[in-house]
């Protein structure tokens, strides 16, 4: 069910296996499926696109869901014992030892830096899921005892009836509502990662988030609620500028890191948890922390330019993610917001906005210009493209001072993706 990158993938997996299995593939995109050269020599299988193309879903043994597809739209009360993934198939049948980790920000950091952490350490390990790599394009080269890190969606984790040996919640707040029928829905998602573990398992979650604590419930693994505060309550915290693992201090807030903010020293915190856990060397996972670069569009600097820094920041697709960025770069003066529309609330952020110091709020459709209806006058700028957006930055930030981009919405109906978007973003930015 989805024939993009992950279901294409599976097919490949499948054929190489069972040449000869009867297959149905199904995709809402008619050209996905009749345009396919995989396709076009395989007599057992059968097409199905269009609209109708997930009609009779209770008819088949199994079906292997991309995380694209949302079922949001059908009942799938009966038919949920036979939907599972790529994701599950690897957790129940693959004898690996994993790490999953997920949240609605901070996700692709985390899981980043604690496969660089392993990998310095000379830990066989491989990273994969939401990160780009589909897990069946090298789940049969995979050598026995390596270590999986997994970046884990929400769409991942729907069905899923497995979870990692170590699972991470990092944080949960709007995201991806028209994917799914409710709010709820997404977090109860997220809260597959940990739901199905055993005693043995470690469970690490974002204490400080009110989504997770009014969501995790009776974990079975080993607990550990890591915090910015110094509670009783929490396992990993922060006392005297020194981050604790229980009673123990084990790295100073104010050690070299590219990585800004106290949004991504938070990350850092679980990805020390994790090297805690397995009796890492944590001298050498400090070097490692030192040493990471922040990944592309996510608080990346993209240069100096006639006295303005610029920075990219299009992973920011919630308002959390924007407000984390103003506060960890503290000096932006020009803050470009605008994407697809997808029923997030805005009123906190806009409240956020007009308390604010930045000066010149770029507004891009569609949920930009919706945004600055409600924003201070002085401060909002309305455009209709990125250009135009990128060339009014250029002539109103203060030398000095920042430009940020931190969409605040998704991409999509505007770019393919947010990729897309901050590659065009850093191309403006670098041009006279």
Not at 376 to 388: G, Q, R
Request: aromatic share 10%; hydrophobic share 35%; charged share 25%.
């Amino acid at each position: 069910m989805g024939f993009g990158r992950e279901g294409q993938s599976t097919y490949k997996l499948i054929r190489k296996y069972l040449a000869d299995k009867y297959l149905w593939i199904a995709d809402k995109k008619v050209e996905a499926l009749e345009n396919s050269e995989l396709l076009s020599n395989d007599n057992n299988i059968e097409l199905i696109s269009g609209d109708g193309y997930l009609d009779n879903l209770d008819e088949y043994d199994l079906i292997i869901k991309a995380p694209g597809v949302s079922l949001a739209q059908i009942d799938t009360s009966n038919i949920k014992n036979k939907i599972s993934s790529q994701l599950e198939l690897t957790l129940k049948f693959f004898k690996l030892f994993t790490i999953g980790v997920t949240g609605t920000k901070g996700k692709s950091t985390t899981s980043s830096l604690i496969y660089k952490i392993l990998k310095d350490q000379n830990v066989r390990c491989e990273l994969m899921g939401n990160i780009g790599i589909p897990i069946f394009d090298t789940i049969d080269e995979i050598k026995k005892g390596t270590t999986l890190v997994l970046e884990l969606s929400s769409h991942q984790l729907e069905f899923v009836t497995k979870s990692p040996n170590i699972a991470i919640l990092l944080n949960i707040s709007p995201e991806h509502l028209d994917h799914y029928k409710s709010f709820d829905d997404y977090a109860n998602a997220k809260c597959n990662i940990y739901k199905n573990q055993s005693g043995i398992d470690w469970f690490f979650y974002g204490a400080d988030n009110d989504v997770v604590m009014e969501k995790v419930c009776n974990p079975n693994g080993k607990v550990f609620r890591v915090s910015m505060t110094n509670s009783e309550e929490n396992n990993i915290f922060i006392k005297d500028e020194m981050v604790y693992f229980n009673d123990e201090p084990i790295y100073g807030i104010n050690e070299p890191r590219t990585l800004k903010g106290d949004f991504n020293l938070n990350n850092i915190m679980f990805a020390l948890g994790v090297a805690k856990v397995l009796e890492l060397d944590m001298d050498l996972a400090k070097k490692s922390i030192a040493e990471f670069k922040s990944l592309p569009h996510r608080l990346e600097h993209v240069g100096t330019f006639d006295g303005v820094d610029y920075y990219d920041n299009c992973i920011g697709t919630v308002p959390m993610a924007t407000i984390e960025a103003i506060k960890a770069l503290k000096n932006v003066d020009t803050l470009i917001i605008g994407g697809m529309d997808r029923g997030i609330d805005y009123s906190e952020f806009i409240q956020f906005l007009n308390n604010s110091n930045i000066s010149n709020i770029v507004c891009m459709p569609k949920t930009g210009h919706d945004i600055a209806k409600k924003l201070n006058s002085e401060k909002s700028i309305i455009v209709e493209t990125l250009e135009e957006a990128v060339e009014i930055s250029k002539k109103v930030t203060k030398k000095g001072m920042s430009c940020l981009i931190s969409p605040t919405a998704a991409s999509y109906g505007f770019f393919k993706n947010f990729e897309e978007k901050g590659d065009r973003f850093q191309e403006l930015v670098k041009s006279k």
